[in-house]
């Protein structure tokens, strides 16, 4: 069985984000670049399913710029057999990212396509269920718990958060399958896999080769930060909150 996994460069979690002073978009020059940590936890379940004896294959696809061989040789140390990465230097948004995981399924073929629920750049949470529309496979999306069907071979059983808790859905592969929070922790890349990834050959396709023409379905106007919330304020009684949430928040 193989598993072809997206995974996406987003700026790190842990940066502290900055419009561009156009207010074009954010800024990205000499900002900390990582894979974005529900792609990693994506990765991980692949690695676990291929070391449970599930699958023999793991693929890894990203789609950008020059710099997403760092994210793609990043997957490679963590674990991964094989990487493609889809060259463009236009903007992708989820519904071309979708065509171009839909060309790339119909060439490779996996048994499983899973991704991660959402990247944290841009919140879409879309991509996921717009490929399996394409594909016309079925899809287990925002996934806590993945598990391969012993009795049912050709199935995978997934347990899914829902906001009225959890619902479990069995379903027939191929599928797509987006990962969730709480569905694993995953590993570190050790320095000997570090430095055989760096030695790995990446195979380079273009959107062209693949049959997809990008198009910009979405136009981004302004990009600005959130209001910075005014500073609390302690008051004395009951009644002085009362008033304040009354005649000032208007809340009451």
């Not at 996921?128 to 598990?147: D, E, R, Y």
């Amino acid at each position: 069985m193989k598993i072809m996994v997206a995974v996406k460069r987003v700026i790190d979690y842990a940066v502290k984000i900055r419009v561009k002073p156009d207010k074009s978009g954010v800024e990205t020059a000499n900002v900390k670049m990582s894979m974005n940590p529900f792609c990693e936890i994506a990765l991980e379940e692949a690695l676990r399913l291929r070391e449970a004896g599930h699958a023999s294959e793991v693929l890894v696809v990203s789609m950008g710029g020059a710099q997403c061989s760092d994210t793609l040789r990043t997957a490679l140390a963590m674990g991964a057999d094989r990487a493609i990465h889809v060259s463009t230097s236009h903007s992708l948004f989820p519904l071309t990212v979708a065509k171009l995981l839909q060309a790339l399924a119909t060439s490779e073929k996996p048994n499983i396509l899973l991704l991660g629920k959402q990247a944290i750049d841009d919140d879409a949470n879309q991509t996921g269920q717009m490929v399996a529309g394409l594909l016309q496979w079925p899809q287990g999306t925002f996934a806590s718990k993945v598990q391969m069907d012993k009795e049912a071979v050709g199935s995978v059983t997934v347990e899914r958060e829902v906001d009225g808790g959890l619902e479990t859905v069995k379903l027939q592969l191929p599928a797509v399958i987006t990962t969730d929070l709480r569905l694993n922790q995953p590993r570190y890349a050790s320095l000997p896999n570090i430095m055989k990834a760096k030695k790995k050959t990446i195979t380079q396709i273009t959107p062209e080769q693949l049959g997809v023409q990008i198009t910009s379905d979405l136009e981004i106007l302004e990009v600005f930060e959130p209001p910075k919330r005014k500073a609390g304020v302690i008051v004395a009684s009951v009644d002085e909150l009362l008033d304040k949430l009354k005649n000032e928040a208007h809340v009451i």
